[in-house]
């Protein structure tokens, strides 16, 4: 097996390492506040929204959890009664709901979560920015083929 073979073999064992721990760290949350692991999927999602400078939508969510509308209003709901999230109508199109993560949800998700992003800081500070770049650019292309392959096992699913 050629060098570049192996690296990418253990790149892949990585992020499915990765991807467990992160399962586990999701379980572990959502356990302790009595969550669904869905919702915190939800939160995770509502969350990044904002960060991105647009509050997520009720069918936007729908669409990004992959849920039935009903499905999403039980998730939505759940949350909202836990204090974490808050439905505001859009104030230029009342139909559209958008979700926010309230004062709350933020500082619980903060004492969780903190300490993932100041030790993710951490490791960013032993690579230079190109370095950071090239990884960067490597997990967008990660996320990118991921979702792409989400898409056609969803769609072959639907088809049988």
């Given at each position: 097996?050629?060098?570049?073979?192996?690296?990418?073999?253990?790149?892949?064992?990585?992020?499915?390492?990765?991807?467990?721990?992160?399962?586990?760290?999701?379980?572990?949350?959502?356990g302790r506040h009595a969550m669904e692991h869905v919702?915190?999927?939800?939160?995770?999602?509502?969350s990044q929204a904002e960060r991105d400078g647009e509050p997520q939508t009720a069918r936007g969510l729908r669409?990004?959890?992959?849920?039935?509308?009903?499905?999403?209003t039980l998730v939505v709901d759940r949350l909202e009664r836990a204090g974490h999230v808050q439905r505001t109508r859009d104030?230029?199109?009342?139909?559209?709901?958008?979700?926010?993560?309230?004062p709350d949800g933020a500082a619980t998700g903060r004492r969780y979560f903190g300490g993932l992003a100041t030790g993710l800081a951490a490791v960013a500070d032993g690579f230079s920015?190109?370095?950071?770049?090239?990884?960067?650019?490597?997990?967008?292309?990660?996320?990118?083929m991921t979702g792409e392959h989400l898409a056609d096992i969803t769609a072959a699913d639907q088809r049988e």
């Open positions: 097996m050629t060098t570049r073979n192996s690296t990418t073999l253990l790149i892949g064992d990585l992020l499915r390492e990765y991807g467990v721990l992160g399962l586990r760290i999701g379980e572990a949350f959502a919702d915190l999927r939800a939160l995770t999602i509502i669409e990004r959890l992959g849920l039935s509308s009903g499905g999403t104030p230029h199109d009342r139909r559209v709901v958008r979700l926010t993560i309230t920015d190109d370095e950071l770049d090239t990884v960067r650019r490597f997990l967008a292309g990660v996320v990118t």
